[in-house]
């Protein structure tokens, strides 16, 4: 039987945070499904178009090892778990980064079981360097003119400055 994982997120922007994530993930399932959720809630920077296309070029541009799991990138704009449910995913990755992170996680565990029970959630951690990355604090950063060269790419780091207009 095919592991088909899903790791859902905003990715505004895609951060090495969230590479590093996918890279774990894609060690433990047969295929991975990014899904880039549409979430006009958060205000995000870039679109639901412009993220899905940040995201297949970065993840087509990481390098794999035998036995990494096959990677592809959607949109979703419903409930994560009908998501999961319709894409047949057995787990759901999630990153974490600090305590904070996980009573917020825990939370959200709880009421996913409450409405599917059968798909597990997984909690990575992203490696030392890149933990404190938010893309939240990027952008932040970003748009104050600072140099966030340190926590994307330079594919992710041109865009922010094309969005924002200024030389990082």
Wanted: glycine residues 6%; proline residues 4%; contains cysteine.
């Amino acid at each position: 039987m095919k592991r088909i994982g899903l790791y859902p997120g905003t990715f505004d922007p895609v951060t090495l945070g969230h590479l590093d994530v996918i890279g774990r993930a894609r060690r433990l399932v047969d295929e991975l499904v990014i899904g880039v959720a549409t979430n006009e809630g958060k205000g995000p920077l870039f679109s639901t178009d412009e993220r899905v296309e940040m995201m297949r070029e970065e993840v087509d541009s990481l390098a794999s090892n035998p036995g990494d799991a096959t990677v592809r990138v959607e949109p979703f704009s419903e409930l994560l778990m009908f998501q999961a449910r319709k894409m047949n995913a057995s787990v759901i990755f999630r990153g974490l980064r600090a305590v904070s992170d996980f009573e917020y996680e825990f939370q959200m565990v709880c009421m996913n079981r409450a409405l599917e029970n059968e798909i597990e959630t997984v909690f990575l951690m992203a490696d030392a360097e890149h933990q404190a990355i938010a893309s939240r604090l990027v952008k932040e950063i970003a748009r104050l003119n600072g140099n966030v060269s340190s926590f994307v790419t330079p594919r992710v780091n041109q865009a922010l400055v094309a969005r924002f207009g200024e030389a990082r």
